[in-house]
């Protein structure tokens, strides 16, 4: 269960937005992670709307890639884009009645061992950017205070985005947005190019990135981004 | 279609039915030419300009809507400062409506050099997938004051037209074979690993590992997300040749 510490590294993960070396990749990982920890044996996903309004994962609790493809498969059809239309909640929806509502997103889901799932939406000013997502491994019900603390965590991922420093530089929040799935993608090509490097699987390339960056206290974006353009700076993790 | 696909195809549809010019160059540069002089008027500016960035890192003017616009490209270059040079850098937009109140200490030599030309505001988007960085979209105003939301929206996506159209052209494939501007930004995640996968494997620099996987992919007549599937499964590996 999501207890007081590990409430509170959420809540200064918040505050840290506030100085200048903040990752918005890491960030969203750390509210993903800390999230899951709410509901047990949960996954959690963060999706993000791009420049051309279709919803992109931008981090989740678990990043294997089987479940970041459910996430995205969302993009099209499921909770998050209903959520992201509507403006509302989708909450205790259950992925074994719900075939006919999400014909390609439901049968998968419940394929890959979850009843239910939850939706809750990233809101500014009345317009949706994004939606948190909640798989969950049985279809009970999700308590009332845990759908609100799940809302609340949406919100608080809400509030870092918009901390980012470059908004102070005057840019909108598409280009942020944007942004975001930008570092997103240079984190795909860096995952690839280690897992080519070491012979490992794409899961594993990331596991050694994470790692990496968590060892070296390193921004992930960053680190990313050297794995592309200039390997040879940290040889560490590009030696093979 | 919502809103922002219909303003993606819509503005697909302006660049490609921007008249061409007797003095533009063949190929790609013309149409880029062309698509910042569509830019120039969608966006509601006084001039478009593009810039690459080559593989060695060094910057060069690739087109403009317009001969003032070109030389105000240049001057970036001549000077080593610039909006531009600050978004190849940052991989950020970098966006200044009013180049008295906030360009004069940022780019000291650029800001009175281009200010005489006429310019006034100056906004440039990055042309990039991942931490592959093609290059810059420049838009510039003779009068201060910011783009407004929906324009800069619309700056990205031609940013994202631009970025595709070079793509495209330097993968040596024939125009109008691929479907949208988002095919390149938006592909599944397979493809953006399969670049890393190319990059190492052929020992090329991410922006030619783009082009290859693209380049493959239409010379054996099979859609991008499969062959980069195929890459990430190790069912196949490009070959150093090259075709």
């Known amino acids: 269960m999501l207890t007081a510490e590990r409430l509170a590294e959420v809540f200064v993960a918040v505050a840290d937005t506030l100085v200048d070396d903040f990752d918005v990749i890491d960030f969203l990982q750390l509210v993903t992670s800390h999230t899951s920890e709410l509901v047990p044996e949960s996954a959690v996903g963060l999706l993000l709307v791009d420049a051309q309004s279709q919803l992109q994962v931008m981090a989740a609790s678990d990043d294997r890639t089987e479940l970041l493809e459910l996430f995205q498969v969302q993009a099209h059809q499921g909770p998050c884009q209903d959520c992201f239309t509507t403006g509302e909640a989708v909450v205790n929806a259950d992925l074994e009645q719900a075939g006919d509502r999400w014909p390609l997103f439901a049968p998968r889901a419940v394929e890959a061992g979850f009843r239910s799932v939850h939706a809750f939406p990233l809101r500014l000013r009345g317009e949706v950017i994004g939606a948190l997502n909640l798989f969950g491994p049985d279809s009970g019900r999700l308590a009332e205070d845990v759908a609100r603390v799940l809302q609340a965590l949406a919100d608080v991922a809400t509030i870092g985005l918009l901390q980012e420093r470059a908004i102070r530089r005057g840019e909108q929040l598409t280009e942020q947005l944007q942004q975001a799935l930008n570092s997103r993608i240079a984190i795909e090509q860096a995952k690839g190019a280690l897992a080519q490097l070491h012979d490992i699987s794409i899961d594993e390339a990331f596991e050694l990135l994470r790692t990496y960056c968590r060892q070296h206290h390193l921004r992930l974006t960053e680190v990313a981004r050297a794995v592309v353009t200039d390997p040879a700076s940290i040889p560490e993790l590009t030696r093979h | ?243």
């Open chain 2, 1 to 243: 279609m919502t809103e922002a696909e219909n303003s993606a195809a819509e503005l697909r549809r302006r660049v490609a039915a921007e008249p061409g010019r007797a003095d533009d160059p063949p190929h790609v540069v013309g149409r880029l030419n062309r698509l910042c002089r569509a830019a120039a008027k969608v966006l509601d500016a006084d001039g478009v300009g593009i810039s690459v960035l080559s593989s060695d890192g060094a910057p060069a003017q690739v087109a403009a809507s317009d001969p003032r616009s070109s030389d105000v490209e240049e001057l970036q270059f001549t000077l080593g400062e610039g909006p531009c040079l600050d978004v190849f850098q940052s991989g950020h937009p970098v966006l200044c409506p009013d180049l008295t109140q906030l360009g004069r200490s940022r780019w000291a030599g650029y800001t009175p050099a281009v200010q005489e030309r006429g310019v006034q505001a100056v906004f440039a988007f990055p042309m990039q997938v991942g931490a592959a960085r093609l290059g810059a979209l420049d838009v510039y105003r003779d009068r201060i004051g910011g783009l407004g939301r929906t324009t800069e929206n619309q700056a990205l996506i031609l940013a994202d037209i631009a970025l595709h159209d070079l793509v495209e052209a330097v993968s040596r494939t024939r125009p109008g074979t691929v479907e949208t501007a988002a095919d390149v930004m938006d592909g599944p995640r397979e493809i953006y690993q399969a670049q890393g996968i190319v990059m190492v494997q052929l020992g090329v620099d991410i922006v030619e590992a783009m082009v290859r996987l693209r380049a493959y992919a239409y010379a054996h007549d099979r859609a991008l997300a499969d062959v980069a599937h195929d890459v990430v499964t190790r069912r196949l590996q490009l070959e150093d040749d090259a075709s």
